[in-house]
C-alpha cells in the first residue's frame, strides 16, 4: 500500500508549538520595544517642558538689572520708609500674594525680588486614580527687573536717546512732564509714538530717570504722543500722594525737572500655577501686571503658560561678593540662600540657583503598577548687571540703559 505524505498529528502539534513560542516571543518583544519607545517619549516630553521653562527663565534672568540703578527703581512710599505697591505675585485664582519686606521699609524695586515659598503649593496625581495629591509643600516665586533697550521709532530713536526737553540739539525735543507725574508728552522729532518695536501700550512701566534719581510709573493710556499715568493702576505706583519715590520727587529744589530720559522696563514674574487645572500645574512666565482695567476686560498683559506638567519651582541665591560679603545668617552658607536676611538685602544678590521639577504627561503603565516618569532640571545664572560691579561707577552710569 504506498504511504500518503503529509505530517501526523504529533509533528504538526510540535510545529504549532513551536510557531505558537516564537510569535509569543516576537510579540513579547515588540510589546516591550513599545514600552520602552512610550518611556523615552514620556521621558523626552519631560525633559522638553523643563528646558523650555527653563529657557525662559534663564533669559530673563540674564538680563535682571539692565539699564537700571544697581540698588533698584524707586518706588513712593512715606516718611516711615514704608511703601504700598502691589508686586506681582501668584496671580488668579489666588490673587497676588508677594508681600513687602516688612521691619526697614520697601523703597526701591530691585533688580531680583524674591519670593521664597509664597507660591502655590506643589501637586501631584495619583497615577492610578485620578486623585490631586497635595504635599503641602509651598513653590516660590520671582520677579525680575530689566530695561527694554530694543524699543525704536520709525527714525530709529530709541526711547532714551533723548531727554523728554531738550532746548539745544540735535534735535531740540519740547517735550512735557506733567509736574505730579500723571502724564509726559514725547515730542515727535525725538521720539514717534508709540514706537515700532513692540509699542508703548497699556501696562506697560515707564522709569523715569536723571540726575535727582528714578521713578517708576504704570501706563493706563496712550494717546497719540502722550503717556498718560492714571490712578487706580494695579501696581499702585501712579497718583499716591505720597512724599517720596515719585516724578514730583524728580524736580529741582523750587521746581522744574533737570534733563529727564524715559525708559520702558519689564517686571518679569514666574510662578507655579497648580490651582487652574490641577491635574496639568504649569509654569506661568507674567509680564508686567495682569487684568487692568478689570479683571476679565481687554486683560493688558494675561498670563502665560510657558510650560505643562511642571511640580515644582524654586530658586537659592548667592550673596557673596567682593563688594557686598554676605553677613546675615545662613545654616548653608551665604552661596545657598532662600531669601536674603536683614541686613543683608536683594540688591546684593549675585547669582540665582534655579530647580525646576516635572512629571510625564500620562502615567507609564508598563511596569507593575502605572507610575509617572519624573525629571528635574537645575542650573545657577550669574546676574550679569550684578556679578560685576564698577566702583567708580557715575550717576549717568546708573542710570542709563
Not at 532746548?167 to 512735557?176: D, L, T, W, Y
Request: glycine content about 10%; some cysteine.
Amino acid at each position: 500500500m504506498k504511504r500518503e505524505n503529509g505530517f501526523s498529528l504529533i509533528e504538526l502539534m510540535v510545529s504549532m508549538a513551536i510557531l505558537v513560542a516564537m510569535v509569543g516571543v516576537v510579540v513579547g518583544a515588540l510589546l516591550q520595544a513599545q514600552r520602552a519607545t512610550q518611556g523615552v517619549a514620556y521621558e523626552a516630553n519631560t525633559q522638553e517642558n523643563l528646558r523650555a521653562g527653563m529657557h525662559f527663565m534663564v533669559q530673563d534672568l540674564m538680563q535682571a538689572g539692565e539699564g537700571i540703578p544697581e540698588g533698584g527703581v524707586s518706588v513712593p512710599y512715606n516718611a516711615a520708609g514704608n511703601s504700598t505697591i502691589v508686586r506681582p505675585g501668584v496671580f488668579p485664582p489666588t490673587g497676588p500674594d508677594f508681600p513687602n519686606p516688612p521691619g526697614n521699609g520697601f523703597i526701591l524695586m530691585p533688580a531680583v525680588s524674591p519670593g521664597w515659598q509664597i507660591g502655590q503649593d506643589a501637586t501631584t496625581v495619583n497615577p492610578v486614580t485620578g486623585a490631586v495629591l497635595n504635599g503641602n509643600l509651598k513653590t516660590d516665586v520671582i520677579n525680575i527687573l530689566y530695561a527694554d533697550n530694543i524699543l525704536q521709532d520709525g527714525a530709529g530713536h530709541y526711547l532714551y536717546s533723548f531727554p523728554v526737553v531738550q532746548a539745544v540739539g540735535p534735535p531740540p525735543c519740547n517735550g512735557f512732564i506733567d509736574p505730579a507725574g500723571a502724564s509726559v508728552i514725547l515730542d515727535v522729532g525725538c521720539f514717534a509714538m508709540p514706537g515700532q518695536t513692540r509699542p508703548i501700550t497699556v501696562g506697560n512701566l515707564i522709569m523715569f530717570h536723571n540726575s535727582n534719581g528714578t521713578a517708576l510709573e504704570y501706563v493706563t493710556a496712550v494717546n497719540g504722543q502722550t503717556i498718560v499715568f492714571g490712578g487706580g493702576d494695579p501696581a499702585g505706583l501712579n497718583a499716591t500722594g505720597l512724599p517720596n519715590g515719585t516724578v514730583a520727587n524728580l524736580q529741582n529744589t523750587g521746581g522744574g525737572f533737570p534733563p529727564t530720559s524715559v525708559t520702558r522696563v519689564w517686571l518679569v514674574t514666574y510662578y507655579i500655577d497648580s490651582t487652574t487645572n490641577p491635574l496639568s500645574p504649569q509654569l506661568i512666565r507674567q509680564v508686567n501686571y495682569p487684568n487692568y482695567p478689570a479683571p476679565g476686560i481687554a486683560a493688558a498683559n494675561p498670563p502665560q503658560a510657558i510650560a505643562d506638567n511642571l511640580e515644582n519651582l524654586s530658586f537659592s541665591y548667592d550673596i557673596t561678593g567682593s563688594n557686598f560679603p554676605g553677613i546675615g545668617v545662613y545654616p548653608e552658607g551665604p552661596g545657598n540662600v532662600p531669601t536674603p536676611t536683614i541686613p543683608d538685602t536683594p540688591a546684593q544678590i549675585r547669582a540665582v540657583n534655579v530647580f525646576l521639577a516635572g512629571r510625564s504627561e500620562q502615567p507609564y503603565r508598563a511596569s507593575s503598577t502605572p507610575q509617572y516618569l519624573r525629571n528635574n532640571l537645575s542650573t545657577q545664572v550669574s546676574i550679569r548687571s550684578l556679578s560685576f560691579t564698577d566702583t567708580f561707577s557715575t550717576a549717568t552710569q546708573q542710570t542709563a540703559p
